[in-house]
């Protein structure tokens, strides 16, 4: 069922975005008045805004309508519901990861106040207003909401030369991808006079605009779009901020922009682009194919953990767009919604590792000292049999070795990949999968093999904390070993999307 409200009555959609402005504005408001030995309460206040808005949207997500609003700038579908949720998970959990970084540090204490919650839930608006952005308007400025607050994140122990520099350059590459978003937009609304994706996929759908202007603008919001995924050769700042930021804000940046990058490609170019699938699928070729490539053998040499984890990620993203490009062939989206699923499935249980990696390093952090080298995982589990438990799940499902979840996510969109016809791009990217098991397996020799080069125990974590990462590591599992419930709401939700 899709409802249609041209004249921006209906409120209801935007109830968690409203929900969270007001809890932030108010909780900016509190943290004035708490004393640093009570800051706390500003961690508890988070946290239960979030939960507020995750109820919410999961009655959305039960009810399975698809509802506009705002002038068809702002729809409410069960694919924007679902990454919601995966956002509030993932935003909750780095809360809870990070609870102690950042006491120790001062950056939730002293001059700065509490300001890394209040900036951390901005920037989850942001994703928010992302996620259900249905216009080149609100995709913007949702785009720039979040991207600012992580900006400023990044920044916030101004004592620190090397998160100094990660912010600058986070900021100066993410304007320069911004200004390739405008000026894409900037053409397509020339070429098809809308900034609204329906109305411009309905007038590309009739041939009335210029195919050169059109694919002239495409190339620049794949550009945009490829920087904020973080795919090759828009990557350059991953490694350097991931390493050069807090562990507290590189896990902000490595989580939930990503679901939130995910959505807005996948508005643009499928519901408002579908009919120049042939022309932005093979840019998306391209990039997974370099991602796949660089960001698996840059990843051998790295000695610092974050960086490593930012290689990483580029490569993980390249593994998803095959997902992407696969959804249209011979101009028959006969299997779209089983590619797009797969994609959708394989970014959400992405992120849902990569909280697990950057939480036991968390850990092993104390005051005045972050884990980041290779050295700091040597004998980890003769010091935390636990924590070296949870990131051998992680290692396994990072490099697809089951019955983690990492296995089946790959599983599908290599499926995904052969079904469209691209078996050789599929063989290619198993391939790159074995040489990104040399350095994922490497942590666990140094885990399980190596003598610990410290003595000194791993810091008391608090107990939220330890349940939210024995949680975290069991749900790798579990999800790898019935993966059918999430991968039937992934589908499930792409093709309600779609439809509507």
């Not at 706390?40 to 009655?59: E, H, M, P, R």
């Not at 397509?188 to 007038?203: F, K, P, Q, W």
């Not at 391209?286 to 290689?311: D, E, F, H, M, P």
Request: hydrophobic letters at 60%; a neutral charge; glycine letters at 8%.
């Amino acid at each position: 069922m899709n409802t249609i409200d041209p004249f921006s009555v209906n409120l209801l959609p935007a109830y968690p975005e409203m929900l969270l402005v007001i809890a932030v504005s108010a909780i900016l408001l509190i943290d004035m008045f708490v004393s640093d030995a009570r800051r706390g309460v500003t961690y508890i206040l988070s946290l239960v805004a979030i939960a507020l808005c995750a109820v919410i949207n999961l009655a959305f997500l039960i009810d399975a309508d698809t509802i506009f609003t705002f002038d068809n700038m702002f729809v409410s579908d069960p694919m924007s519901n679902l990454l919601k949720i995966g956002c509030y998970i993932a935003v909750a959990a780095s809360f809870v990861y990070s609870r102690d970084f950042v006491a120790e540090r001062g950056i939730v204490s002293g001059d700065l106040g509490g300001e890394f919650y209040p900036m951390a839930l901005f920037a989850l608006i942001g994703e928010m207003v992302m996620i259900s952005a249905n216009s080149f308007l609100s995709i913007y400025l949702g785009l720039e909401l979040m991207s600012l607050s992580l900006y400023a994140m990044c920044a916030l122990r101004r004592d620190d030369r090397a998160a100094i520099e990660a912010s600058m350059k986070y900021f100066i590459l993410g304007a320069l991808a911004s200004g390739f978003l405008l000026y894409g937009m900037s053409m397509i609304y020339g070429a098809t006079g809308s900034l609204d994706l329906t109305v411009i996929a309905r007038e590309l759908a009739t041939g009335g605009s210029s195919h050169t202007i059109m694919v002239f603008g495409l190339v620049f919001l794949v550009a945009g779009l490829a920087f904020k995924l973080g795919v090759v050769p828009f990557h350059m700042w991953i490694p350097d901020v991931y390493q050069g930021a807090p562990t507290a804000v590189a896990l902000m940046i490595g989580g939930a922009p990503k679901l939130a990058a995910f959505a807005i490609t996948l508005r643009i170019l499928v519901e408002g682009m579908i009919v120049f699938a042939v022309d932005w699928q093979q840019m998306l070729m391209i990039l997974a194919v370099l991602s796949l490539a660089l960001g698996n053998i840059a990843a051998i040499v790295q000695t610092s953990v974050k960086r490593l984890l930012g290689y990483s990620t580029i490569a993980q993203m390249g593994f998803m767009l095959l997902g992407l490009f696969s959804g249209v062939v011979g101009g028959n989206a006969y299997s779209a919604a089983s590619a797009y699923s797969a994609a959708l499935f394989y970014v959400l249980t992405y992120v849902l590792t990569v909280l697990g990696a950057f939480g036991v390093l968390l850990l092993l952090s104390r005051a005045g000292y972050e884990a980041d080298s290779m050295d700091d995982l040597k004998g980890l589990f003769k010091r935390s049999p636990i924590a070296a438990g949870v990131m051998l799940v992680i290692m396994f499902s990072l490099t697809g070795i089951p019955p983690t979840v990492g296995f089946y996510a790959k599983f599908v969109v290599v499926n995904a990949a052969v079904i469209a016809g691209r078996t050789g791009l599929a063989v290619f990217a198993l391939m790159m999968s074995l040489i990104a098991a040399y350095y994922y397996l490497r942590i666990v020799k140094l885990m399980f093999f190596d003598d610990p080069v410290t003595d000194l125990p791993i810091a008391h974590a608090r107990l939220d904390m330890r349940l939210m990462l024995a949680v975290n590591g069991a749900a790798v599992l579990a999800f790898g070993i019935v993966p059918g419930w999430l991968m039937q709401y992934c589908l499930t939700a792409i093709t309600r999307t779609l439809a509507s």
